[in-house]
């Protein structure tokens, strides 16, 4: 039984990636524009942080350290932008046009509805750049990462991703108790700026604030730390546990607010 859940729920969501292939490439003028426009953004937040280095480091991070952690920004930032903000955007809109009912009487999860309904394809050149970026650093600072350091760096990603999903998710959710809140979608990526310098760069307060409280000041921090054989277990873990505590609560309050939808009538 689970193995037949898996394989359909595997092949929608290749079918919705399929769907959406083929909008884009109805219109590819708007996808070649966009690319060109997020390959320039990335580039240009490259070549800014490449000044920034030349005269020292930051937070104790030299040059080609920060430079990784920015390739591993733009993978993340890229994928944030391709997946989350398109689905988000479509989750906070049927909830206030009330079309939300669609989602629950569908015979899947309805988080993995909200998920993977929805995507752009404008931000793939940012995966390649963020990848070359990586490969350069490390070249850069002679070092090649061990298997077990790229596994771990990858679970770390994927982690860094679900946790600013769960985030998202649960500020999206607030969209059930309060009406036209419309920019509500505006507020994770307006923040985005924290995880894109090393997590040493905050310090008292709002290092408490921002790597304990809200840590999204670690989300590339902690897999470029472990890329380089520089991260510590403490703060990995602490990474694990916080993201599950994350996810628990996303899903108690997910709950809540469909019955407080559900109540208004919508």
Sequence with gaps: MLNFRFKTYWKLF???RKIHLMRTLEYRGDLYFWSLIST?????????????????SIGGWERHEVLLLIGVFSILDAFT???????????????????????????????????????????????IIGGVIMHRSLVAL??????????????????????????????????????KLDNINDIIPSLRQIWQVPRSVYT?????????????????SIPTEVL???ASVN??????????????????????????????GN
Aim: with cysteine.
């Design 14 to 16: 290749w079918k919705f």
């Design 228 to 230: 380089l054989g520089k």
């Design 235 to 264: 703060w990995i873990i602490y990474f694990v546990v916080i993201t599950f505590i994350c996810f628990i609560f996303s899903q108690i309050f997910f709950k809540i607010s469909i019955k407080k939808y559900s109540g208004a």
């Design 40 to 56: 320039i953004w990335t580039l240009f937040s490259l070549l800014f942080f490449d000044l920034l280095t030349q005269t020292g």
């Design 142 to 179: 002679n070092y090649q990462p061990s298997f077990w350091q790229v596994i771990s760096f990858l679970g770390l990603l994927s982690l860094a991703g679900l946790f600013i999903y769960l985030v998202w998710f649960i500020f999206a959710t607030l969209a059930f108790w309060f009406e």
């Design 81 to 127: 932008w391709s997946v989350f903000y398109h689905n988000m955007r479509e989750y906070t809109r049927a909830v206030f046009s009330g079309e939300f009912n669609q989602y629950l009487t569908k015979p899947i999860n309805t988080q993995f509805l909200i998920m993977t309904q929805s995507n752009s394809f404008n931000n793939f050149p940012r995966l």
């Design 204 to 220: 008292g307060v709002t290092s408490l604030i921002l790597t304990i409280i809200l840590p999204l000041g670690l989300m590339t």
